[in-house]
């Protein structure tokens, strides 16, 4: 991606907050005959694995990837972003040399993929995925509250994904580069427009963590 070095998000700790808290990423992968291709799924990052972390997600057996076996892929994460309205800029009425923008949090994971017909793997992955989705809810969902021949049959229909993350790209696209005032008028407009307190900072200029 385009990346104007004020805008470079390096931090590896900040790097893996976003693929944390955004974990629905597009796979993107490039056939044999030269065609792009993307696949959008969950990716769970296991942190304290390889020297960089590696994805684990699964597709349907009938996708075409699963016949590709691409060696190398991209999983591209988008964090929380929005339009910028002039209107917001202090120096609008001050010279009116203002234009709108998009702000956003983006990262580009690089690295090796593999493809996983494993039984044992297939369900400790659906397990740990469901389980990462459903810990804070009042009443969570277990894969044991259905039937086993089920969620096995259900298993049989997908294909593990498993990235070794090799290189991170990561953007903030904000108001880093300019004056705290503008950096506060962001914020308090974003915020006025409903988006969360920390979304808005993490969009006008804070550091994303």
């Known amino acids: ?6 805008f470079r998000l390096d931090e590896p700790e900040a790097q893996r907050s976003l693929m944390r808290r955004y974990p629905f990423a597009t796979l993107v992968t490039v056939t044999g005959e030269g065609r792009p ?26 996708n075409p ?17 929005a339009y ?5 800029y202090p120096a609008r009425g001050e010279h009116g040399k203002v234009v709108p923008t998009w702000h956003y949090l983006a990262l580009e994971a690089h690295g090796r993929l593999r493809l996983i017909d494993d039984a044992h793997w297939l369900r400790a992955h ?13 009443a969570p969902w277990s894969i044991d509250d259905a039937p086993a021949d089920y969620i096995d049959g259900m298993c049989r229909a997908i294909v593990g994904i498993e990235l070794t993350i ?12 300019k004056d705290s005032a503008t950096q506060r008028s962001v914020r308090d407009g974003l915020m006025a427009e409903g988006m969360a307190q920390q979304s808005a900072g993490w969009l006008s200029g804070a550091i994303f963590e």
Not at 65 to 79: D, E, K, N, T, V
Not at 126 to 138: G, I, K, M
Not at 166 to 177: D, N, S, T, W
Request: positive net charge; glycine residues 6%.
């Open 1 to 6: 991606m385009y990346l104007p070095r004020h």
């Open 37 to 62: 291709e993307a696949n959008p799924l969950p990716l769970l990052l296991h942190a304290e694995e390889g020297a960089k972390g590696v994805l684990r997600g699964h597709i349907a057996r009938a």
């Open 65 to 81: 990837l699963c016949r590709q076996s691409p060696a190398h892929a991209m999983a591209l994460f988008h964090g929380p972003n």
């Open 84 to 88: 910028i309205t002039p209107s917001w």
């Open 126 to 138: 659906v397990a740990a995925l469901t389980t990462r989705f459903e810990h804070d809810r009042a």
């Open 166 to 177: 090799e290189r991170l790209v990561g953007k903030q696209k904000a108001a880093q580069h």
